[in-house]
């Protein structure tokens, strides 16, 4: 099975600043066949499903802020959340949806407002 | 609009039985695949089980293999998942998630419904 392992696994950053998350996982999620890289970032707030907010390690979902980017190839991945807002915390998660089963997740970041 | 609303959640006593519901709408459901999610309690995402679109092929997590039964209606718009042996360690909310296709990550989910193994 392929392990996805986030950190931090907390951080605490100030409204306007960047928030950094990486990811690495123990298997390459690079497709060479199309040089897709399958990871995928979700927002998770309380109370709340989580909320796809990339997929293909870089690509923003509809109505996603661009102040969110995803970067990275291979085995290993960052979210990056750039000018952070209030509504921004959260816990994120980053998931490989390449070799599966099973589909599988990080353990989360826990984003807050310094 | 596309919803997906899970229902059958509740306490169980360990060794009991319980059938979670997912009702789709808004989409062509039987041309995608289905997942099931849990989540336990301050704890992060676990990936359950999955079916095929006429399921025909059906994966499950090691930890529920043997015990849990994913199932779908087409003509319902309709996935299951009968969870049998419940334990401790199965305590958690259940989402029911979509993929946008295969090879793709999960794009809908529900609210989830919560599930607790408790004597």
């Known amino acids: 099975d392929v392990v996805m392992t986030q950190s931090p696994d907390s951080l605490a950053v100030s409204l306007g600043e960047r928030a950094t998350i990486n990811c690495k996982s123990s298997?390459?999620?690079?497709?060479?066949?199309?040089?897709?890289?399958?990871v995928a970032w979700y927002q998770q707030k309380p109370g709340q499903p989580p909320k796809l907010l990339i997929h293909w390690a870089s690509i923003r979902e509809s109505g996603v802020p661009d102040r969110f980017s995803g970067s990275g190839s291979g085995t290993d991945f960052t979210l990056t959340i750039y000018n952070l807002q209030a509504e921004d915390a959260a816990v994120y998660y980053c998931q490989q949806y390449f070799i599966t089963p099973p589909w599988t997740f990080g353990q989360g970041t826990k984003v807050e407002i310094k | 609009e596309v919803q997906l609303v899970e229902s059958g959640g509740g306490l169980v006593q360990p060794g009991g039985s319980l059938r979670l519901s997912c009702a789709a709408s808004?989409?062509?459901?039987?041309?995608?695949?289905m997942n099931w999610v849990r989540q336990a309690p301050g704890k992060g995402l676990e990936w359950v089980a999955h079916i095929t679109t006429t399921g025909e092929t059906r994966y499950y997590a090691d930890s529920v293999k043997g015990r849990f039964t994913i199932s779908r209606d087409n003509a319902k718009n309709s996935v299951y998942l009968e969870m049998n042996s419940l334990r401790g360690d199965d305590s958690a909310m259940y989402y029911c998630?979509?993929?946008?296709?295969?090879?793709?990550?999960?794009?809908?989910w529900g609210q989830g419904t919560l599930v607790t193994v408790s004597s």
């Open positions: 298997q390459s999620l690079l497709y060479s066949f199309n040089n897709k890289n399958y």
């Open positions: 808004g989409f062509t459901f039987n041309i995608y695949e």
């Open positions: 998630a979509r993929p946008r296709g295969r090879l793709w990550p999960f794009d809908y």
